[in-house]
DNA sequence: CCGAACCGTTCTTCTCTACAGAACGGAAAT
DNA sequence: ATTTCCGTTCTGTAGAGAAGAACGGTTCGG
């Protein structure tokens, strides 16, 4: 009960809770173990998660509950909606086979990139991140390619609103710091992450510049530092990026 | 208020038709167009989006809202947690590469088939469905496939629980029908689909039986007729399938 | 083989939440 | 400039959802 009058609604709160909870638990769980946890009645458990049942949301083995994948479906349903989605996908299949490495898609959602796509190449390097996930924007190259690509106003609301975790020393946590870098990435239409997100793993990205201005997007290769390193320059990697982000803006505004 | 006290929260349901209804709609919507929809108060509506938003599962533009794609970071969480997904994947890239038409898995879920990983090849054709999406069993070739590979009696209680929807004039809706269709799918190990789904849409499936009885699978291959049709023998491509199965349970039972 | 502990479900009581509807205020349209 | 539309805020009230006890099945341990 705080003083601001927060008009939200506690069981859909609730709800919400019991889903995230199962989502995140590796196994199934049972109505007692989720009761403690989220502190509030077993009875109450059991009829959020009847409700969510009801609905396809959570199944049911013996007496535990697990997350179906009804969510997925929403999620499928949503991005498709997305229409750098669409021309990105078949264009980051090709990359990655091109590459040999990961290659992804990232979408800019309130102030943090969603990985929107994951093509993952044969031999590659799986990120721990997962599609839809939201991240922070500053510990990786699509998400700095995203904020170069941003007015410089929304830049600063943005990198207020973050909280510029560092989950490696390499990272960047100077806003100062930061935007002289990104003054960098515009310059050059090209950004790196050097193990900033994952120690070890590096990573170059370009903004996808769209006329849909709803969805800001920048794609990006990234991989194991001792097996791209060198292929920067040899292989051109880099190239392979831009060649692919333009590929997607001509399908996007060809339609 | 039907005479079965039904324990459901009410509030948990209209947040998920709001989040349903928002994710349906190919464009944002406004509160009066979903208070309508829904039959609703205005305000209640704007109280259960304040909710959603607050917990990131929906984004307003202007005075539109949007579904955002945290729904999608839950399906990714609880997908990953399939031990089948997990080998498949890989496989199935394979095998739509290899033949060249997309390649699909599906997972049993209640008395359903989800799509759970779908490997679109290069120039193959585009399911209508969705990966999560919920599907009959009895209209497609994985469908058949997971039905074949149960016990008789579950078959049963499944044909019972769904209603045998015919999309397409070949669709089989007679249970005794049915029911023979899969004596001879588990006597060949391979099932097929010839346009009952969609018209003109094939497809070749088989089961992934597996040590892990909570999730019943089949992997399968789909395109249209003309696109097909030869190469069922030429290039054996229900050979191709069973080796992906074969390589996807070796792979589940080794780890 | 029996008893105790555990857990999911059902049920009842009561409080407070979530709903409807009105009022407000800003933007867009005429 | 005036009206209309729509999102947001506010308020009273009915009834829904929370808590907790009680039930019944299963699974332990003795």
Excluded at 107 to 118: F, N, R
Aim: a negative charge; one cysteine or more; proline letters at 5%.
């Amino acid at each position: 009960m705080a003083d601001t009058p927060d008009y939200t609604i506690d069981a859909t709160e609730t709800s919400l809770d019991l889903l995230e909870m199962l989502a995140e638990s590796p196994d199934p769980l049972g109505v007692t173990t989720l009761a403690d946890r989220l502190d509030v009645s077993k009875s109450v458990v059991h009829n959020h998660l009847s409700t969510l049942r009801a609905r396809g949301y959570v199944l049911k083995r013996g007496n535990r509950y697990e997350p179906s994948l009804r969510s997925l479906s929403l999620g499928s349903q949503t991005r498709a909606k997305i229409p750098v989605y669409q021309s990105a996908r078949q264009q980051l299949d090709n990359l990655a086979a091109a590459s040999g490495e990961t290659s992804v898609l990232f979408v800019l959602e309130e102030t943090e990139g969603v990985p929107t796509y994951i093509a993952e190449a044969a031999e590659g390097w799986s990120p721990q991140y997962r599609e839809g996930e939201r991240l922070p924007l500053h510990i990786n190259a699509p998400g700095k390619a995203i904020l170069s690509s941003l007015p410089d106003d929304r830049i600063d609301d943005v990198l207020d609103a973050a909280d510029l975790v560092a989950p490696t020393s390499a990272t960047m946590t100077e806003p100062a710091e930061l935007k002289a870098a990104l003054r960098s990435v515009r310059d050059d239409t090209v950004a790196f992450c050097r193990g900033e997100q994952y120690e070890g793993i590096v990573g170059v990205a370009t903004a996808v510049s769209t006329s849909d201005t709803d969805h800001v997007a920048a794609i990006g290769v990234c991989g194991p530092v001792d097996r791209l390193n060198g292929r920067y320059l040899e292989e051109d990697i880099a190239g392979q990026v831009l060649s692919t982000a333009k590929s997607i803006q001509v399908a996007l505004t060809s339609q």
